[in-house]
């Protein structure tokens, strides 16, 4: 999504991207419940 990068992201790289995303903001939100 950078468009500085020429390279377009694989669908792998952005499912972990993702992944990761979601349990970023799982832990957040567990933190503030």
């Known amino acids: 999504m950078n468009p500085m990068n020429g390279n ?3 669908p792998m ?3 972990r991207a993702v992944k990761e995303l979601s349990v970023v ?3 957040a ?3 503030i419940m």
């Open 13 to 15: 790289d952005l499912a």
């Open 29 to 31: 939100l567990q933190e």
């Open 25 to 27: 903001v799982n832990n």
């Open 8 to 10: 377009v992201a694989e």
